[in-house]
């Protein structure tokens, strides 16, 4: 299977306890009509909308000690789902474009107006629905005001607000909880030895378990999108440890801010902004904490994957690590607004003033007094500061 793959398939592990308290409140009160599943980019929906599916689909659910009513595995609707072949199931999804088209809703359309073919239900899942282009949510719509009592639509979206209030006020509305960070970084560890694109050895220098806790925080808690950064390029270190390098070099003075801004603009640019939000957030958050500035331990200090970010901490001026954070919020918000806002010119600009918030006194430069455990939590911490 390949990693796109698992990713649409594979049930995670903490979100069997989400499928099976669904498929039970589904089974005293029937199954809702539409559903809205909402959850970061890569944090598998897709997988357990799969599951729900397979659990609406089969003929002979097996009962869960909760009550849950879950799939056999074994009938012909499962069968058939396995094989991606159950004419009562779909997934909707952009074809050519980024957007899903009026005329894929009007297909769906036609798929929940007419009787399940081998099963009691028919389910059609939207991937994503924040895809749903103006047309096509107003015929969602109509499909949603008055829908097949033998119909579940399971709409997945990464930010719900994206979606039209209509179409969001006639769906059941399930937010996926994260997975707490050790059960992410262990499921995230245990594919990278078990992968076949496992760490090369470049890779297993640097893959600390810092640095894969920092990550997961970086790209909120999403197991996919942190596999997917950690196996990019085989040969390259993790683009996020190339971003603090970036920086802590540039506030140095050991690389040209033209230079520097050149690198960080080769980063998928939604991809830079939620590393760049999640450095700022973490040196904020570091230089404020008393824990942060307590006992010396020099074990992450020479930890080779997180000496940027310590550098930057202990180098900078607080309010220069304020002033980035917010200049990066004021962007992140005109480029959400479509407003193109140059990104070059962006990381110039914040590199120049981050130079000049280089902290001048005999403080700067010295190695980080920080104790891993205190460090890790503190990373935590400045996460749920954003949240
Ligand atoms: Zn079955």
């Not at 970084?185 to 760490?199: C, F, I, T, Y």
């Not at 997917?228 to 390098?245: F, I, K, N, S, Y």
Request: proline share 5%.
């Amino acid at each position: 299977m390949s990693e796109n793959d698992s990713a649409a398939r594979l049930l995670l592990p903490w979100h069997k306890a989400v499928r099976s308290e669904l498929s039970r409140r589904w089974r005293d009160q029937g199954w809702p009509a539409a559903l809205l599943l909402e959850a970061v980019r890569g944090s598998g929906k897709l997988a357990l909308a799969r599951h729900l599916a397979m659990d609406a689909l089969c003929a002979e659910p097996v009962s869960q000690p909760n009550g849950a009513l879950q799939a056999c595995g074994a009938c012909r609707q499962c069968l058939l789902m396995n094989a991606d072949s159950h004419p009562d199931f779909i997934v909707i999804a952009p074809a050519d474009s980024r957007v899903i088209k009026v005329d894929q809703i009007r297909s769906l359309t036609d798929f929940a107006y007419t009787r399940p073919q081998v099963s009691k239900r028919k389910v059609a899942i939207l991937d994503p629905a924040d895809a749903l282009n103006l047309q096509a949510g107003n015929a969602l719509l109509k499909t949603l005001e008055e829908p097949g009592s033998d119909v579940t639509l399971i709409l997945l979206s990464e930010q719900r607000s994206r979606l039209l209030p209509t179409v969001r006020s006639r769906c059941q509305y399930f937010r996926l909880p994260k997975p707490a960070l050790a059960e992410l970084n262990d499921w995230v560890a245990g594919r990278l030895v078990s992968g076949k694109s496992a760490a090369t050895s470049k890779h297993d220098e640097v893959l600390l378990p810092e640095l894969v806790a920092a990550m997961t925080l970086a790209y909120q808690f999403s197991p996919w999108r942190t596999l997917e950064a950690l196996r990019a390029d085989g040969h390259q270190q993790p683009v996020l440890m190339t971003v603090m390098e970036t920086l802590a070099a540039c506030v140095e003075g050991r690389q040209d801010i033209f230079a520097g801004a050149q690198v960080l603009a080769k980063v998928p640019v939604e991809e830079l902004l939620d590393l760049l939000l999640w450095v700022w957030a973490s040196v904020f958050r570091l230089q404020l904490s008393e824990a942060a500035a307590s006992e010396a331990d020099q074990t992450l200090a020479q930890s080779s994957a997180l000496k940027d970010l310590q550098t930057l901490v202990t180098s900078l001026e607080s309010e220069a690590a304020e002033t980035a954070y917010q200049a990066l919020l004021a962007f992140r918000q005109q480029f959400n607004e479509g407003r193109n806002p140059s990104v070059p010119l962006f990381l110039e600009a914040s590199l120049m003033k981050l130079r000049e918030g280089r902290r001048n006194d005999e403080k700067a430069g010295k190695p980080a007094a920080v104790r891993p455990v205190d460090f890790l939590s503190a990373l935590t911490q400045s996460q749920q500061l954003l949240r």
